[in-house]
């Protein structure tokens, strides 16, 4: 498939939209559609909450088409080169060899950063970034949020957090860039390095967001020019990366336990099926990291397919 071209804001579908049958337009739907979604409000969502007890809220059909049409729109903008989540090709490995080095590294992320994300900072996102009108600006805001800010179990929420915040975040990269620190962002987390960090830096940082957005920063963390980093859950040496030690001991277990889970007599056991999968899982995943678990990978699924143990998902890496 054709990769599409990206290009500036201003030459977005979004951009300078001032009328309501434009936007309705726009987005691929009926202008009496538009004006029904908008009135449900809240109700367009499912509330509920993750395993770990953190409030999830997501869109139900008609507003999730809705989202998708302006999620697409919106990553076909041009990215910064700092930006590294929700852009081809970047992943968090490639946030993390952004800061291989004889670097000193300075960490921090945003503290409940969707829920932060407020239906005020929105708006002014259209009216700011976009141009569009003021009551164009409103219910494009409206229809993003969910009890006043960005829902987090969307698929747009990660593109429109960045591009409404887009302003502040170039000013964070060029007040960076002014002093020789390479920045990058991967969705809140921020992540800075250069020869030397000076003093003050985060704190400078924590307060722009805090000013700008009403964001307050957490997590802060310094590393000196010698030592270990660890970054999006890599470790970051001066030459190179590595994974995690959790993570090499994680797949040393399981590969210890797959001469229990080859045997012939295991071969329909639910758990050996939830086993290989989640043993594949994590090589792949490390492959990302260290090229040699990928081949173990591979490895692993024809001893799986050679056994005749199916895989739990069909559309997984490896299956």
């Not at 302006?70 to 041009?78: K, P």
């Not at 600006?137 to 409404?164: D, R």
């Not at 700008?212 to 030592?227: A, I, L, S, V």
């Not at 001066?238 to 210890?256: M, P, V």
């Given at each position: 498939?054709k ?122 996102g ?9 009551d ?12 006043g ?11 429109l ?25 991967y ?73 229990y ?24 995943s ?34």
């Amino acid at each position: 498939m054709k990769q599409r071209k990206s290009y500036p804001v201003n030459q977005s579908p979004l951009y300078k939209i001032s009328n309501h049958k434009l936007l309705a337009k726009t987005l691929c739907v009926k202008p009496y559609t538009l004006k029904r979604v908008i009135k449900r409000g809240d109700k367009n969502y499912k509330l509920g909450s993750t395993d770990n007890g953190r409030a999830i809220q997501i869109p139900k059909a008609q507003i999730l088409r809705i989202h998708k049409r302006i999620n697409d729109l919106i990553n076909r903008i041009e990215k910064p080169h700092y930006l590294v989540s929700g852009v081809k090709g970047r992943s968090h490995v490639y946030n993390a060899k952004m800061h291989i080095g004889d670097v000193a590294v300075a960490k921090t992320d945003i503290e409940r950063y969707y829920p932060s994300t407020t239906k005020e900072i929105i708006k002014k996102g259209f009216r700011k970034k976009f141009c569009c009108s003021e009551d164009i600006a409103e219910t494009l805001a409206s229809l993003c949020t969910v009890s006043g800010h960005i829902p987090t179990g969307s698929p747009l929420s990660q593109s429109l957090s960045f591009i409404v915040n887009s302003p502040i975040f170039d000013e964070i990269d060029k007040y960076s860039k002014a002093r020789n620190i390479t920045f990058s962002l991967y969705v809140d987390d921020l992540t800075f390095s250069g020869k030397t960090i000076p003093k003050h830096f985060l704190a400078h940082i924590s307060n722009l967001l805090k000013k700008k957005r009403g964001y307050k920063c957490h997590k802060f963390r310094t590393y000196n020019r010698e030592t270990e980093k660890v970054i999006t859950g890599v470790v970051v040496r001066q030459n190179g990366i590595d994974l995690k030690r959790t993570q090499k001991e994680i797949i040393s277990n399981l590969s210890r336990k797959k001469v229990y889970f080859s045997q012939p007599e295991k071969i329909n056991d639910p758990k050996n099926i939830k086993y290989y999968q989640k043993f594949i899982g994590h090589l792949f995943s490390a492959g990302e990291i260290s090229p040699r678990y990928r081949q173990i990978g591979r490895t692993v699924v024809s001893e799986r397919k050679h056994l005749g143990i199916q895989a739990q998902n069909q559309n997984n890496i490896g299956t």
